[in-house]
């Protein structure tokens, strides 16, 4: 799957293994912590977003590339591989 990031650019998702999604998932609600007004923020956002890239994009995922993503670039990125992972099973098991 590609997403357009800005700049006109895009990167590709990989196709998370089992033990990928899990690694990610615990690492988001590993790193929630209550807000004091009833929600919750996230922990250290900047690795976790570097982690979601290493891991879910498929391609360069070097320091070099992760230098050239703007934080929205990096929050895309994080924000789609989240709806990807929380989409689920495309076909539910019988």
Known sequence: MEIKISKKRTVKLKDLTVDESDELLDLVFGKL?????????????????????????????????????????????FTEIQKVLNSGEETPSK
């Open 33 to 77: 912590k209550e807000d004091g007004e009833g929600g919750y923020k996230m922990e250290t956002p900047n690795s976790t977003m570097t982690k979601f890239i290493r891991i879910g994009v498929d391609g360069d995922t070097s320091d070099k590339f992760i230098k050239t993503l703007s934080m929205e670039d990096k929050t895309d990125i």
